[in-house]
């Protein structure tokens, strides 16, 4: 028999007037590994807090065990479990020697990991414990999950970590929690099951619905007809042997609207099956103005990158081809980013046609003011016509309703959404994206995969999630000892 490890029944939080979470009952067992999903801002976050205490909300928290917990965001503490500190598992990570304070983001959440992994407890709560790790360290975390033994919750839009360590997903969803059997690749299979039953039962209720109002208007149009007739008669002199055929024409009347008024019951009660919106593809346009036609539209010929003392890049040659999809990866530090810079930026060794035109995301790129709306922000920067900048805010999963809200007013997640909207309706041919699935979650992941898919221009982009290089990328190129190597989507 499983053991219950945490238990919530009735569970309601909320945040000022706005009901984040409403959970009936909801339950977690000994060994379980459960993958926790959804998209901005719908409670992922909150949850873990409830079951670890640091939320108090309506109802019944039952834990049989104690919690060890990694926000995904804190400030590092060097102090905290330093006297149960695995300097091993330091060590494999690569978490350099330095002063704490002069680590990168990769290191912060390298170091904060190895403290929380570094004393056992029978439950584990993780929030999104991948973000700026690069695929070697995430690779390295993954491995030491599996070599963990007690309930481990974990909130994550990483697929390749989903599907490596989860027995089971919780997607959250306008404060409800469904539960899934398997990894990510298993409950997107129950998804698609999900959306064909649902495009099956609308189609059905469609065909019943069109079939009970064409016999409801055939019997009106029937009883109409009959009435007229028996008007007519009652206006004619009736002898008395014509009077039971007069009687038996109001009988046969009164039993056609009998019979449209019992149809048109069932059509009331006929349970009404909304279809789920689909989002057709986008097609962007080439605006003149950003027209290219060179085959290689960027270059590097005998490129040497240095970032301080240490050699990114040391003399060499490379061809981006045009409308390719170039991912550049290597791990936390090794120069992706300063590369891309330098692209920017045309540095020495750097060649680029002259008709070249950047639009750029970088990291951490989604800081917007001012009380302009979403809508008339984004058409003062793009020559593309309203009805395509709707679309690619819609794919985004900005609901028509939300166009009008100003700058202001958005969240993180919403700032950061439309800054990915704003690359896209800015004029350009080539596309340099740095890190964009920082930050946002698995629906916007997947939307942005197919934005940059349907783009016409080069695209290049940094990225550590393997799942996202492996869908968008035509060519990969790895950073490593100082040379740029093409990898294959295998080796990644």
Do not use: C
Request: proline share 3%.
């Amino acid at each position: 028999m499983e053991n219950l490890t945490v238990k919530l029944t009735n569970i309601k939080q909320n945040f000022g007037a706005k009901e984040v979470l409403s959970i009936k009952e909801l339950s977690a067992y000994e060994n379980d590994r459960i993958g926790i999903i959804g998209e901005n801002g719908q409670g992922k976050s909150t949850l873990l807090q409830i079951i670890y205490g640091d939320l108090t909300p309506e109802g019944t928290v039952q834990k049989e065990i104690e919690f060890n917990y990694f926000p995904q965001i804190a400030e590092i503490d060097e102090l905290f479990h330093i006297d149960t500190l695995d300097w091993e598992l330091v060590s494999q990570f690569g978490i350099p020697k330095n002063n704490v304070q002069t680590f990168s983001g990769g290191e912060k959440s390298k170091f904060r990991l190895a403290q929380i992994l570094s004393t056992y407890q029978m439950g584990l709560l993780l929030d999104e414990p991948t973000t700026h790790l690069d695929q070697r360290s995430v690779k390295k975390l993954v491995e030491e999950l599996r070599y963990y033994y007690g309930t481990l919750l974990f909130v994550s839009h990483d697929r390749y970590f989903l599907n490596q360590l989860a027995d089971k997903i919780w997607e959250v969803q306008d404060g409800k929690v469904a539960e899934y059997e398997g990894n990510y690749d298993a409950y997107k299979q129950q998804k698609e099951l999900e959306e064909m039953e649902k495009r099956r039962e609308t189609e059905n209720y469609l065909q019943e619905k069109r079939h009970l109002e064409a016999a409801i208007a055939k019997k009106k149009a029937q009883a109409e007809k009959a009435n007229k007739v028996s008007n007519k008669k009652k206006q004619q002199s009736i002898r008395p042997d014509r009077l039971s055929s007069s009687k038996q024409k109001d009988t046969v009347q009164k039993s056609i609207q009998k019979s449209a008024k019992s149809m048109e019951s069932r059509l009331s009660k006929l349970q009404e099956v909304t279809p789920n919106k689909q989002k057709t593809e986008i097609i962007f346009p080439t605006p003149q103005s950003v027209e290219i036609h060179n085959k290689y539209p960027i270059r590097g010929e005998n490129l040497t990158l240095m970032a301080g003392n240490k050699m990114i890049l040391n003399q060499v040659d490379f061809h981006f081809g045009l409308g390719k999809k170039i991912a550049i990866i290597g791990d936390n530090g090794g120069g992706k980013t300063t590369l891309l810079d330098s692209i920017v930026t045309n540095k020495e060794g750097i060649v680029l046609s002259p008709k070249v035109v950047f639009s750029i995301y970088r990291q951490m790129d989604y800081k917007l003011f001012g009380e302009e709306t979403i809508l008339s922000f984004l058409m003062k920067h793009t020559e593309y016509p309203e009805s395509l900048v709707r679309s690619i805010l819609n794919h985004l999963n900005f609901a028509q309703f939300e166009l009008n809200k100003p700058l202001s007013a958005l969240s993180g997640g919403e700032a950061t959404r439309l800054s990915i909207a704003l690359v896209f309706t800015r004029s350009s041919n080539v596309l340099i994206l740095d890190e964009p699935t920082n930050f946002i979650d698995l629906s916007t992941i997947e939307a942005l995969e197919k934005l940059m898919t349907n783009y016409k221009g080069t695209v290049l982009f940094t990225s550590h999630d393997p799942y996202f290089v492996k869908e968008v990328a035509d060519e990969i190129y790895m950073i490593k000892n100082g040379k740029l190597h093409v990898a294959s989507k295998e080796s990644i």
